[in-house]
C-alpha cells in the first residue's frame, strides 16, 4: 500500500477529472412517494447505474489510474465479497493490469461470477472476509502484489467522495445526505465534500445509516 494521507477536497476534484473518461455521472431522482413517507424532500443517487452496479467503481477507476510502472507490473490483489471486487477487477481491466481478488468461499456466486467475467483472478480461501483478507495479505507479501486494502486507501476515498460532490452540485440546497456504511470509505469521502461546501460533516449534513453494528463494518457490502 501506497504511504497513507488524508485525501482532501482537491484530492475529490482530482478524481473526478480521473474518472471522468470512463464513469458517467449518475442520475438523481426525487420521488415524491419516497418523500412523504419520509416527511422530506427525498433524492436518491442511483449508483445501480455504475457498470458494476455499485458506486465503489469510482475508487478502483481512480486508484488504479494513478498507479505506478512498477505497480502496475506486479499487479494488484484485495480481498472482497463483492462489490470492492468488482470495482478493482472493472478498473484493472481498463488499465490492462493483473488484479487478483480473494473472496470467502461462500461468497455470493453472482458476485464471484461477475469479478471473473471483468477479468480478474479469483481466490477462495476461507469462511469469512476476514480469512479472505488475511489471505490476501499473505499473498501480497509472498509475490509482491500491490495489496489494495478495501477501504483504508486515500484514492479510493476520494474516488467515492465524487458521488457527493455530484449530489451537491446538481442539488445545492440539500440539507443532509445519507450514506450507507460498510468499509467507511464512502462515508469519508462524503464528509470531506461536506466540509469543504460550508456543512458539518458531524452535524446533520451527513447521516450515517445503519442497523445493528457488528465490529465496526459490514462484511458483506464489502
Not at 10 to 16: C, E, I, P, Y
Not at 103 to 115: D, F, H, L, S
Not at 153 to 180: C, K, M, N
Amino acid at each position: 500500500m501506497s504511504e497513507l494521507t488524508t485525501p482532501t477536497f482537491a484530492d475529490v476534484l482530482a478524481a473526478r477529472d480521473r474518472i471522468a473518461p470512463h464513469l458517467r455521472p449518475t442520475p438523481l431522482y426525487r420521488y415524491p412517494v419516497l418523500s412523504e413517507l419520509v416527511g422530506a424532500e427525498v433524492w436518491v443517487k442511483h449508483e445501480n447505474h455504475q457498470p458494476v452496479g455499485a458506486f465503489k467503481v469510482r475508487g478502483g477507476v481512480n486508484l488504479v489510474a494513478q498507479l505506478s510502472e512498477d505497480e502496475r507490473r506486479r499487479g494488484l490483489v484485495t480481498a472482497s465479497t463483492g462489490n470492492h471486487g468488482q470495482s478493482i477487477a472493472f478498473a484493472a481491466g481498463l488499465h490492462d493490469v493483473k488484479a487478483t481478488i480473494c473472496v470467502p468461499e461462500q461468497a455470493n456466486p453472482v458476485k464471484v461470477g461477475a469479478i471473473r467475467a471483468l477479468g480478474a483472478e479469483i481466490v477462495e480461501h476461507g469462511r469469512d472476509f476476514d480469512d479472505a483478507r488475511e489471505h490476501c495479505e499473505r499473498l501480497a507479501a509472498e509475490h509482491g502484489y500491490r495489496y489494495v486494502h478495501s477501504a483504508n486507501e486515500p484514492d479510493l476515498i476520494s474516488g467515492v467522495g465524487t458521488i457527493a460532490l455530484e449530489i451537491l452540485e446538481e442539488q445545492p440546497g440539500t440539507d443532509v445526505v445519507v450514506v450507507p456504511l460498510g468499509g467507511g470509505s464512502g462515508v469519508a469521502g462524503a464528509c470531506i465534500v461536506a466540509e469543504a461546501s460550508g456543512r458539518s460533516p458531524s452535524s446533520s449534513s451527513v447521516c450515517v445509516a445503519t442497523p445493528a453494528m457488528s465490529s465496526g463494518s459490514f462484511p458483506e457490502w464489502t
